[in-house]
């Protein structure tokens, strides 16, 4: 079975940086898509971006709260996938997820099957 975590989550003020780390295990990770996501308070889940495994087109989100800061790579050989954040505001606190699907590579969260559990960060003064 198919497991994932993640870890990196953190406290940091505005205009920091952190990078993401999501470990899969049970499969290998070049067989995948990984999708990041997020999730405030009170709101849905929203994707960040997705790594392909090749089959289908690799995604970002082009929200402009997002491009230019938040890049998602992936090592196949250490089977983690990344979350880079830099410049990290105030309105990008929320539990960090990561999911994955065999067949889609995209923003609905509906369209993955299996979840980590998530990352808090939290970014303030």
């Known amino acids: 079975q198919v497991q994932l975590v993640e870890s990196g989550g953190a406290s940091v003020q505005p205009g920091g940086s952190l990078r993401l780390s999501c470990v899969v295990s049970?499969?290998?990770?070049?067989?995948?898509?990984i999708g990041w996501f997020r999730q405030a308070p009170g709101t849905e889940r929203e994707g960040i971006g997705c790594?392909?495994?090749?089959?289908?087109?690799?995604?970002?989100s082009n929200s402009i709260f997002m491009k230019d800061r938040f890049t998602v790579s992936r090592d196949n050989s250490r089977n983690t996938v990344y979350l880079q954040m830099i410049n990290l505001t105030p309105d990008d606190t929320g539990v960090y997820y990561c999911?994955?699907?065999?067949?889609?590579?995209?923003?609905?969260?509906?369209?993955?099957?299996?979840w980590g559990q998530g990352t808090q960060v939290i970014v303030s003064e």
């Open positions: 790594t392909s495994n090749g089959g289908v087109p690799s995604w970002a």
């Open positions: 999911a994955i699907s065999r067949l889609y590579c995209g923003r609905l969260h509906r369209m993955y099957d299996t």
């Open positions: 049970g499969s290998k990770l070049e067989d995948y898509n």
